[in-house]
């Protein structure tokens, strides 16, 4: 089965630190570009951060320079590494995968929330 399953939501201070995971099974992993939305109470969900095949990245403009997102093929894992947390940040966060001529896949989602 195709599955992604994010991991590290949680409860934390506005100016902390939190890592996201996120675990594919049942896609050749290494062949998708990896990406992660998040979706805030009452808003649309949108694109943090994504990392193509080679690793190639791009990141929102309200999370540049503070989310890293990277990948270990070895491992089929994505992360986003989150710092300087701001209260707007708070959403769930999805992982997503995308290969061309494959259907997109999505995670269920994992809470962050941001405390003032």
């Known amino acids: 089965q195709v599955q992604l399953v994010e991991s590290g939501g949680g409860l934390v201070q506005a100016g902390g630190s939190l890592r996201l995971s996120c675990t594919a099974s049942g896609i050749t992993f290494s062949r998708y570009a990896m990406g992660w939305y998040r979706q805030a109470p009452g808003k649309q969900r949108e694109l943090v951060a994504d990392?193509?095949?080679?690793?190639?990245?791009n990141y929102a403009d309200s999370v540049k320079n503070r989310f890293t997102i990277s990948r270990d093929n070895a491992k089929n894992m994505v992360y986003l590494e989150m710092s300087s947390l701001k209260p707007e940040d708070t959403a769930v966060y999805y992982c997503?995968?995308?290969?061309?001529?494959?259907?997109?896949?999505w995670g269920q989602g994992t809470l962050v929330t941001v405390s003032s």
């Open positions: 997503r995968g995308r290969r061309l001529g494959y259907a997109g896949v």
């Open positions: 990392i193509s095949s080679d690793s190639t990245t």
